[in-house]
Nanobody, 127 residues
Framework: VQLVESGGGSVQAGGSLRLSCAAS????????MGWFRQVPGKQREGVAA???????TYASDVKGRVTISKDNAKNTLYLQMNNLTPEDTAMYYC???????????????????????WGQGTQVTVS
């Protein structure tokens, strides 16, 4: 499984970005796909996840500003981020795990250690 992110960059507060993650080496079936972010010195935190049935999960601090989606025909995962703030500045990672999102991004938590496949990350800087 290979995941390759793109779309990061620098944007002013209030702006928008759309991140993409090209996936290869597997099908979306039975996989939870997600986005995480990390700033230096802090743990990697879950941002959003999408199940193979299209159901979504969002971290509370991004809900309403972020939309996760996927295009199965293109094997691509997206993260649309609007109304960005400097607190959104981080390295953003695409991730996947062969499990239901209800298990790896549900009430038990949205924990990076439970996820198996990772991209190399794309930097988002908001000023």
């Amino acid at each position: 499984v290979q995941l390759v992110e793109s779309g990061g960059g620098s944007v002013q507060a209030g702006g928008s970005l759309r991140l993409s993650c090209a996936a290869s080496g597997y099908s979306y079936s039975s996989y939870c796909m997600g986005w995480f972010r990390q700033v230096p010195g802090k743990q990697r935190e879950g941002v959003a996840a999408i199940d193979d049935d299209g159901s979504t999960t969002y971290a509370s601090d991004v809900k309403g500003r972020v939309t996760i989606s996927k295009d199965n025909a293109k094997n691509t995962l997206y993260l649309q981020m609007n109304n960005l703030t400097p607190e959104d500045t981080a390295m953003y990672y695409c991730a996947a795990v062969r499990a239901s999102c209800s298990v790896v991004a549900g009430k038990r938590g949205f924990v990076a250690q439970w996820w198996v496949y990772w991209g190399q990350g794309t930097q988002v800087t908001v000023s």
